[in-house]
């Protein structure tokens, strides 16, 4: 039902603005050309938007898909140009309604023009650069997806910390998330991401979720980037939202049926330079929901869990996480999810620091720190001011 009501809301403001964008284009000169440029060019994206979830739905996806560059066109109309589009058009309205009860109507001076000289007003021309721009703006999107969609940062934190025993100075972590395996994320870029992680020699390699992006047919491949990657000392996994979109089971026994260690509301207990350092995995979600709601119940059925001798890290796919931490004075805590935001005006301004509390990066707090990476993967085809990246985190005792 979720799914229909968003695709319904897609079609429907799909619709209002070609219906609106046509009529911009009416005066132009050749406005049967310039129409029938609108009209392919929203046809080819709904069909294609229609075209993904029935691939997907019929399980086509693998036998029959869709070009990248496409699906990338497909993502930034529908989840970002149209939405936008539709909050300036609902300001606009509301800030022109107030200007016409606040100001007193102007006289009206008819100014006549050569009959013979075929002009546009001010206000047309306006509407024809309404109706291009946000075409022109998916263009430019898809040639930036282009190029970035196979870049990713190594991102170094040092992090200090009086309860970490100084057996561990020096211990490092390849922090690995949100890899989204499947349409943005696939092939050779996959391999770039298990070496890149491979050259950091880190002591530990932890995964905090969404290692799939839709599709459970995408776990093969998504497993065998995971296997390439060399564990040295240890690699552990949780789930995410995304891990979970085709079914829990399903995922669970992928992954499990690989030998690959994940943990699900479970610990796990490795010995590094003989000091015990225990890995607790937070649940994302189960058959009610998840989430940020589903925090405090997972966190109390770790509890008894928790080994008071070892050095405990808390792996948590929603950032948030790191408030029950605290409480409990886990040291460490590594989470994803956020992907930095995503899309940023700022460092300070965007998506992210308006929807977390910890969205990108260290924090620290009453001797516990939470390190939040911005993801390697992609879901949607384009970042600003939030850069994919592998965390490289190295553990020091404060002095």
Known sequence: MFVIVILTLMLGTDLLWWLHADRRLRPL???????????????????????????RRLSFANVVSLPEWFVAAIYIWHFFVVPLVLLISIIYLIVRGL??????????????RPQHVPTLSRRQMLGVAVAAAPVLFTAGGVVRSHWQLDHFRLRRFEIALASLPKDLDGMTIAHVSDVHVGKFTNGALLHRIADATNELRADLVLMTGDLIDLSISDLPEALAMVRRIDPRRGLVMIEGNHD????????????RAAGVPLLINEEMTLSLRGHPVQILGLQWGDRSGGGERLIEPSMKSLDPLR??????ILLAHHPHAFD???????????????HGGQLNL??????????????????????????????????????????????????????
């Not at 979970?244 to 992954?255: E, I, P, S, W, Y």
């Not at 080994?307 to 405990?312: E, N, P």
């Open 244 to 255: 979970l979109f085709d079914g829990r089971k399903a995922f669970h026994g992928g992954v």
């Open 99 to 112: 200007a016409v009860l606040l100001r007193r109507k102007p006289v009206s001076v008819p100014i006549e």
């Open 324 to 338: 029950a931490a605290i409480e409990r004075k886990i040291p460490l805590t590594l989470a994803g999810h956020t």
């Open 29 to 55: 000169p050749r406005a049967r050309v310039w129409r029938g440029a609108l009209a392919i060019f929203m046809i080819v994206l709904i069909g294609g938007l229609l075209a993904s979830l029935f691939l």
């Open 346 to 399: 700022t460092d300070e301004i965007g998506f992210g620091p308006a929807m977390y509390r910890y969205f990108s990066g260290l924090y620290q707090k009453n001797d516990c720190a939470s390190v939040v990476t911005n993801g390697v993967g992609n879901w949607f085809p384009v970042r600003a001011n939030a850069p994919a990246e592998i965390a490289h985190i190295t553990l020091r005792c404060k002095t």
């Open 307 to 312: 080994k008071a001798d070892a050095f405990q």
